[in-house]
């Protein structure tokens, strides 16, 4: 069985910074666009940011200039830095891992509270 395996989250408050960590195996790292969805109470699951094999990213608009992704391919691993945090965007944070020919995979999630 795949596992994503995630970490980083917690309490922080508005205005603070998270990042969260995604590892995965390798095999489906390599042939993987990685990202992370969220989904915060009586809300859909939405896109939070996305990077491919290559490096190239794509983010949800309300996250751009906050969020960053990035991808260490050495470690198989994906982060998302998380700057200037608001209530909004507490929620739970699942990593993905969608492949074409490996299929898609999610972590269980990981929490993430913006509060004072």
């Known amino acids: 069985q795949v596992q994503l395996v995630e970490s980083g989250g917690g309490l922080v408050q508005p205005g603070g910074s998270l990042r969260l960590s995604c590892a995965a195996p390798?095999?489906?790292?390599?042939?993987?666009?990685m990202g992370w969805d969220r989904q915060a109470p009586g809300k859909q699951r939405e896109l939070v940011a996305s990077?491919?094999?290559?490096?190239?990213?794509n983010y949800r608009d309300s996250m751009k200039g906050r969020f960053t992704i990035s991808r260490d391919n050495a470690k198989n691993t994906v982060y998302l830095q998380m700057n200037s945090l608001t209530p909004e965007d507490t929620a739970l944070y699942y990593c993905?891992?969608?492949?074409?020919?490996?299929?898609?995979?999610w972590g269980q999630g990981t929490q993430v509270t913006v509060s004072s």
């Open positions: 990077i491919t094999v290559g490096g190239s990213t």
């Open positions: 390798g095999s489906i790292f390599s042939r993987a666009v």
């Open positions: 993905f891992a969608r492949s074409p020919l490996m299929g898609d995979y």
